[in-house]
């Protein structure tokens, strides 16, 4: 069984220090192992965000799901696969039309009118969630300035 693992970080400073790329493409990885995996491919979008449709290593990994060359794609939960509700849907919609299983490590995924509606919501609540996270990262770099400091991306 061929899979192909997808792993994402949102912006260049994660990826620059290295946050949660390797321990999610490790955890993913043994996932892929105890489901037989015979080959892994992984898919690394670095410092890209989810709302984007069009990323890099997603795209490389579209390709190969309408050219059905993989079985599986398996990613750590689906806000790594989308931080967007549409974006999530139709990625979605493309693996399961061209008859790939999707598989989710923290996650299980059921083509059921339940299961869609639950993958929907987790959906919508991430797209909530990264708003919401722009919107207070907004306000503390408006802060910043306003008291003559230098906002920056860090996180300490």
């Known amino acids: 069984m061929r899979v192909a693992i997808y792993v994402r970080v949102s912006s260049d400073e994660q990826a620059k220090r290295g946050y949660s790329l390797a321990e999610q493409t490790d955890t993913c990885q043994k996932h892929a192992e105890k489901l037989g995996a015979t080959e892994?491919?992984?898919?690394r979008d670095e410092g890209v965000p989810g709302a984007l449709l069009q990323r890099p290593a997603l795209n490389q990994l579209r390709k190969l799901i309408?050219?059905?060359e993989i079985d599986m794609?398996?990613?750590l939960d689906p806000d790594r696969l989308a931080r967007d509700l549409g974006a999530q849907l139709v990625i979605t919609d493309?693996?399961?039309?061209?008859?790939v299983k999707l598989e989710f490590v923290n996650f299980e995924w059921k083509n059921t009118p339940d299961g869609q509606l639950f993958?929907?919501?987790?959906?919508a609540i991430a797209q909530y969630e990264k708003a919401k996270i722009r919107e207070r990262t907004s306000?503390?770099?408006l802060r910043k300035a306003?008291?003559?400091k230098i906002p920056t991306y860090?996180?300490?």
Request: charged share 35%.
């Open 40 to 43: 892994i491919l992984v898919f």
């Open 66 to 68: 309408r050219d059905k």
């Open 73 to 75: 794609v398996i990613c």
């Open 94 to 99: 493309e693996i399961e039309k061209h008859g």
């Open 119 to 123: 993958y929907a919501m987790r959906g």
């Open 139 to 141: 306000m503390g770099r």
């Open 146 to 148: 306003k008291e003559g």
């Open 154 to 156: 860090w996180y300490t």
